[in-house]
């Protein structure tokens, strides 16, 4: 595929990514504390996160090594960011998280699988086919050095409260607390908002249209998912910190 026609199909993508976020903001997506077995048969939450997030480093990793333009140290650090995210959502999250009895819709599961296997086969097509820019003087561009430590802060935000949320119910998986300390302090979800960080670092070091399209999917899909947790929290806890935000500190 030349690359005219796949940045084509790229913005049909991304203008697909804003319904889905519209869509959203009205539709809570049935899992976690919002899962219901009105929409179908469900399996174990635990076995679901996994097989939802495996297909996307097996997709990208299939088109990725079958790609035809060099891979130099650069294309393989980019490669390699991308496997270290999931490596940590499909093989370590889902065995940590305390999530005793819990089902996940598996119409959810199969819709997550989608998405991972349409993104994860964009990334590493592009990444093994059509990257043209990723010489080594690339190391040097402002463009890879902040991207690479705004990724890195994400997913240190990420995993931070990960593990605060992991550690919250480690005694009783049945009972949601208020979490407090880090980020929390700030906003109801710094996970949300460190994995958004994170792919935003990924797209401006990689300085690509289809990195680019993975952050603008996950904008759209955690915003709305944040501005639900955020209302949870205040309508389950009447001393729910009011100052607050969902999940931008100061703004939303």
Excluded at 189 to 195: A, R, S, T
Aim: glycine letters at 6%; one cysteine or more.
């Amino acid at each position: 595929m030349d690359k005219v026609t796949f940045n084509l199909l790229l913005w049909g993508w991304i203008l697909l990514a804003v319904l889905v976020l519209i869509v959203l903001l009205f539709v809570k997506a049935p899992y976690g504390r919002y899962s219901s077995g009105k929409w179908g048969v469900t399996i174990s939450n635990r076995w679901g996160w996994f097989l939802m997030e495996i297909i996307s480093p097996v997709v990208f990793l299939i088109f990725f090594l079958r790609g035809e333009t060099e891979k130099n140290f650069i294309v393989w650090f980019i490669a390699g960011l991308f496997l270290l995210h999931y490596a940590n959502r499909s093989l370590i999250y889902p065995f940590r998280i305390k999530t005793k009895g819990k089902k996940m819709p598996l119409l959810v599961v199969s819709m997550a699988v989608f998405f991972n296997v349409a993104n994860g086969s964009i990334l590493g097509y592009s990444l093994g086919n059509l990257q043209a820019l990723y010489s080594p003087t690339w190391m040097s561009d402002f463009r890879f050095i902040s991207g690479t430590l705004l990724f890195f802060t994400g997913m240190y935000i990420n995993l931070s409260a990960d593990e605060k949320l992991i550690h919250l119910r480690k005694n009783n998986p049945d009972e949601y607390r208020i979490p407090f300390g880090g980020m929390f302090n700030l906003i109801s979800c710094p996970n949300f908002f460190g994995e958004m960080v994170e792919w935003l670092g990924y797209a401006l070091l990689c300085w690509s249209l289809p990195a680019f399209s993975f952050f603008v999917w996950t904008f759209c899909n955690l915003v709305p998912r944040a501005l639900n947790h955020h209302r949870w929290y205040r309508q389950f806890f009447p001393e729910y910190p009011v100052q607050r935000k969902a999940v931008f500190p100061w703004i939303l």
